[in-house]
């Protein structure tokens, strides 16, 4: 049996019965009959019922007399963003902010959930989870690409001059698909990081310098939720761009 | 309009589906590991971090010069910084993840 958090034993203990007959059923072999359900999933399921919870209690309480204190902080959220998007992919952004917007803060919870205290730890710092918004941003910019453009989104791919075509066609498939590598790769190996060199000068010096080492992990995790969105941002301006 | 919300609902659905079934991630075990193992790691890792921080230490020093010579434009400079950082950082990560994969 893996260690389990107490979240996941709850989980576990309730739902296993059902997720093995699913996970069977999709030809998933279950390690654990007892435990399907992993720390990693648990984690994510918290992060998205607790943003559920704020944009529910957000929405009920919306008012433009008296703005309560979640009314100004899902403002100032959606200002920054709306910037971002405004600086960035320029006219036509607005229609990208909410999922901006959920991205960003999906990944900030995700990452700042294993700071916040014991009993639970980051989704991120598992490889699975930053692929899926990888993949996700991948799917929903080359949509978009293909709504602005039309079939002419595919000269995106192909270079300035016709008698290049056949090479720059590969090298441009690769460069997309690399970015699905990248994204994963910098978000979940930033937050595994943190938590190891956390650890190691823990096991180190057990006093007071471990702490220095949290407060940086905190930056990078602020910081890798930003870039992610940013990142995001730039590749959706790029496909629904208009010069090529 | 309406359509392609709906088709955009029902793929993003899919989407949050597939993204629960987490695979498991085989690790294979077992194989015999070389002794230089460790210090190809060190010494790879040491190389990474190295030349990351001298490319991040470029990239900063060339940001707070440009913030210097014209203050007003510190939004932009900002946005560019944090992104050059993070993909001058994300080459040591990928060392780093390499790493982790073949030392066990």
């Keep these: 049996m893996p260690t389990q958090l107490y979240l996941t034993s709850v989980l576990n203990r309730l739902f296993a019965a059902p997720v093995d007959r699913v996970l069977g059923a999709l030809h998933i072999a279950v390690k654990y009959p007892q435990a399907p359900i992993n720390n990693t999933f648990t984690m994510e399921l918290l992060a998205f019922a607790l943003l559920l919870l704020y944009f529910i209690a957000v929405r009920v309480s919306l008012s433009v007399e008296k703005p309560g204190a979640l009314q100004h902080l899902a403002e100032m959220t959606h200002e920054f963003v709306s910037e971002q998007g405004e600086q960035i992919i320029g006219h036509g952004y607005e229609r990208f902010t909410s999922y901006l917007i959920v991205l960003g803060l999906f990944i900030l919870l995700a990452n700042l959930m294993g700071l916040f205290s014991p009993w639970l730890e980051s989704p991120t710092a598992n490889v699975a989870v930053p692929l899926g918004f990888a993949l996700v941003t991948f799917v929903y910019y080359h949509y978009h690409g293909v709504r602005v453009n039309g079939f002419g989104y595919i000269k995106q791919f192909l270079g300035p001059v016709w008698w290049l075509y056949w090479l720059l066609f590969p090298i441009e498939v690769i460069s997309h698909l690399a970015r699905i590598l990248s994204l994963t790769v910098r978000l979940y190996a930033n937050m595994f990081a943190g938590d190891l060199l956390t650890l190691a000068f823990f096991s180190l010096v057990p006093v007071g310098v471990p702490l220095l080492f949290l407060g940086l992990h905190l930056g990078v995790a602020v910081v890798q939720a930003y870039v992610f969105m940013l990142l995001a941002a730039i590749y959706l301006s790029l496909a629904v761009s208009h010069d090529h | ?104």
Excluded: D, H
């Excluded at chain 2, 001058?88 to 030392?103: H, K, M, Q």
């Design chain 2, 1 to 104: 309009m309406y359509n392609t919300m709906r088709t955009m609902k029902y793929l993003f659905m899919v989407m949050a589906a597939m993204l629960l079934a987490s695979p498991a991630f085989a690790q294979a075990a077992g194989e015999a590991v070389s002794p230089w193992t460790p210090i190809g790691a060190g010494l790879g890792m040491a190389l990474a971090a190295g030349l990351c921080g001298l490319g991040q230490g470029r990239a900063t020093a060339s940001a707070a010069e440009a913030l210097a010579r014209n203050p007003g434009a510190r939004p932009g400079i900002f946005t560019f910084l944090i992104l050059g950082l993070a993909f001058i950082e994300s080459l040591a990560l990928f060392t780093f993840v390499i790493i982790f994969l073949y030392v066990k």
